[in-house]
Every structure is written in C-alpha cells, then in structure tokens.
C-alpha cells in the first residue's frame, strides 16, 4: 500500500526544513565578521536557510490542509511509468552545467549563467510535457536568467568582494 499524498507532501516539507537546519548549522561554522559592506560572509547562507524554512513551513501548511489545489487530473495515458526517466530533459540540465563551466571565463559570470537558467528551464518543460518550446519561451528565460544572474554577480563581486569571472575589466559585467 502507498503512501498518501498528505504523508508525501508532508514529507517533502520536513525534507525542505531539514535542508534548512542543515545550512543553518553550516552557517554557525562561518565567520560573522563584517566586511567591506558591512556584511559578513554568514549573511548569504543565513538568509537561504531562513527562506528555506519559511517555504517548509507553508509547504507543510498546504500539505495539512488538502495538498496541492488546483491541479489538472492526470490522464491514464499521460503519466509516465513511475521511475520513468526523460533523458532528453536529462540532457538538456547536464548541457546546460557543462556549458556554464565551459563558458564562464570567457563570457564571464552573468551570461554563462544566463544560458544554464535557459537550458535547465528547457530540460525541466521536456521533463514535464516533452512538448517543443516556443521562441517567446527562450527569449523570456533568458530574460529571467539575465534578472538573476547579475544581481547575483553585484552582490558577490561589489558587496561581498568575492572575485568572479566579468566579461569586463569594469566588475559590471
């Protein structure tokens, strides 16, 4: 007999809570000192644990109080054998972190990684509906991959002075 959705769902928040409580405690271990901005290097996984735990929480919530809502009901005929892999989204995800290592130095941090968001979204839509994508869906994660990368690459480069691959001298880009 199977697990219930209740108990799987509930599973993953305590999964997704104890990720937290492990970065957490990681976090204990670095150093609090403030640097240059006045943030210390624990700021960063302070912060990914504390949102880790707040996304477990309400997680749980859902999962107590119906589970995922809204949902279309699965066809018969649509659903995968369980354990079923979908290599193609398999390979999209893993091309998409080789091409990151392979490209960062040259094109540096913002775009490299601009481009492993798109691929890796992609390799999740074949893994989801094996569908095709349409332009507009490329052109818009690489919009939302642009939108992370580089506030990632300010934060870590201009307040935390961690040196990461630029495609400029300038440390903008």
Same mark, same amino acid.
């Given at each position: 007999m199977g697990w219930s959705n209740k108990v799987r769902q509930s599973a993953?928040? $305590?999964a997704v809570l104890?990720? @937290?409580?492990?970065? @957490? +405690?990681?976090?204990?271990d670095i150093s609090s000192e403030a640097g240059y901005a006045g943030i210390g290097p624990n700021f960063l996984p302070w912060l990914v644990a504390a949102? $880790? &735990?707040?996304? =477990?929480?309400f997680l749980g919530f859902e999962a107590q109080t119906g589970g995922?809502?809204?949902m279309p009901e699965?066809? =018969?005929d649509e659903v995968p054998p369980p354990? @079923?892999?979908? /290599?193609? %989204? +398999? &390979? /999209?995800? !893993? %091309? &998409? $972190?080789?091409?990151?290592?392979a490209l960062?130095? !040259?094109i540096g941090f913002i775009l490299s990684c601009t481009l492993c968001f798109a691929c890796a979204a992609h390799g999740l839509r074949q893994a989801?509906?094996?569908a095709p994508q349409s332009l507009g869906s490329w052109f818009s994660d690489l919009a939302v991959g642009l939108l992370i990368a580089a506030p990632v690459f300010w934060m870590f480069t201009k307040f935390l002075a961690i040196s990461l691959p630029g495609l400029t001298r300038s440390g903008w880009l």
């Open positions: 993953v928040a $305590l104890g990720l @937290a409580g492990v970065l @957490a +405690f990681g976090a204990m949102g $880790l &735990a707040v996304i =477990a929480i995922f809502r809204d699965a066809q =018969a354990g @079923a892999p979908c /290599w193609r %989204g +398999f &390979a /999209w995800m !893993s %091309g &998409a $972190l080789l091409l990151n290592a960062i130095t !040259s989801q509906s094996g």
